[in-house]
């Protein structure tokens, strides 16, 4: 029984991960990848680093706090895209202190 229970828990877990739509910036207009965002509620946006453009980073993207932990906010970050270096979408960080805002 307990070994049910851990299985169906570890469905759970990778069907909910699995569910989350991933991009790749640099194909993308900055506003295609902000509504894709905000639609989707939270995304994974990959590109290159601009240091190195055979490394490819990603990161997941929010729409708003609401999809953060309790200890995070969702602050404003850059991703480059096809049409400019700096399209603005949010990225859940770690709160800092007790009087942190969300």
Do not use: H, W
Request: charged share 25%; hydrophobic share 40%.
């Amino acid at each position: 029984m307990r070994r049910l229970a851990i299985l169906v828990a570890m469905l759970v877990l990778s069907g909910e991960a699995s569910a989350i739509s991933r991009y790749q910036t640099t194909t993308m207009s900055c506003a295609r990848v902000q509504a894709a965002v905000v639609a989707d509620g939270q995304a994974i946006l990959r590109y290159a680093a601009p240091d190195n453009p055979s490394l490819v980073l990603y990161d997941r993207y929010v729409r708003d706090s609401s999809f953060c932990s309790r200890s995070q906010r969702a602050d404003r970050v850059s991703v480059p895209t096809a049409d400019t270096r700096s399209c603005k979408v949010r990225k859940c960080v770690r709160a800092s202190g007790a009087g942190s805002r969300r």
